[in-house]
Nanobody, 122 residues
Framework: EVQLVESGGGLVQAGGSLRLSCAAS????????IGWFRQAPGKEREGVSC????????VYADSVKGRVTISRDNAKNTVYLQMNSLKPEDTAVYYC???????????????WGQGTQVTVSS
């Protein structure tokens, strides 16, 4: 059974930091690009960042560039999203997902986690 389990969300003040984790199982993890997406209330889901299967290539949305770092540990089947200088507009449910061929187009992603809530207070 394929599973992607996010953790690390929570409530943080503006300017604070959080590290999200995405633990994967049930598929060949190091064959897949892993992406992070988020969905704020009343808004469409948007891509935040993704990392290639080897970890050599990363992509960031303009809205988070310079504040977010994505990394992966293929030995642990886990991807991390370090988020710094958080803003209230970063408040959303954050999802990780896996794709064999895409970048940050959510339609390309095959497997999805259930999400973790991030709330940034002003």
């Amino acid at each position: 059974e394929v599973q992607l389990v996010e953790s690390g969300g929570g409530l943080v003040q503006a300017g604070g930091s959080l590290r999200l984790s995405c633990a994967a199982s049930g598929f060949t993890f190091d064959d897949y690009t892993i992406g992070w997406f988020r969905q704020a209330p009343g808004k469409e889901r948007e891509g935040v960042s993704c990392i290639s299967s080897s970890g050599d290539n990363t992509v960031y949305a303009d809205s988070v560039k310079g504040r977010v770092t994505i990394s992966r540990d293929n030995a642990k089947n886990t991807v991390y999203l370090q988020m710094n200088s958080l803003k209230p507009e970063d408040t959303a449910v954050y999802y990780c997902a896996a794709t064999g061929w895409g970048i940050l187009n959510e339609d390309d992603y095959e497997y999805w986690g259930q999400g973790t809530q991030v709330t940034v207070s002003s």
